[in-house]
Each structure stands twice: as structure tokens, then as C-alpha cells.
């Protein structure tokens, strides 16, 4: 495996896991779920769970448009 291979495998492996913890950081609103109430708390999980479907989704329509 050559060099640039490696260091594109790299940054989208970092890429994946930097979006990754911003939408659950966005599905939180900034909070640490210990400050939350427990209506905040459903609704950062319904939002996380909407996040996920929608990273899901956008998986899906890479894969087909290719």
C-alpha cells in the first residue's frame, strides 16, 4: 500500500469520527447530559436518533450515485 493511500485512509478515518462527535455535540446543545433536564435529555436522544437516519441516508445515496 503506498504512502498517499495511507494518509487519505487517515484523514477520512479522523474526517468520519470529527463529524461524527459534532452532530452528537449539536444533538446535545452544547450540554453534558448531567446539566440536562429530563425533557432535554429525550430530546437530544430524538435528535441524535434523527442524526443518525439522516448520516445513514447520506451513506446510502453515496453508495447508489456511484
Do not use: C, H, Y
Amino acid at each position: 500500500m503506498d504512502l498517499n493511500r495511507l494518509i487519505t485512509m487517515r484523514t477520512r478515518l479522523f474526517i468520519r469520527s470529527a463529524v461524527k462527535t459534532g452532530v452528537d455535540f449539536a444533538a446535545r446543545s452544547g450540554k453534558p447530559a448531567s446539566d440536562m433536564t429530563p425533557e432535554e435529555r429525550k430530546q437530544a436522544k430524538t435528535a441524535k436518533a434523527m442524526a443518525d437516519k439522516a448520516q445513514k441516508a447520506a451513506r446510502l445515496s453515496r453508495r447508489f450515485l456511484r
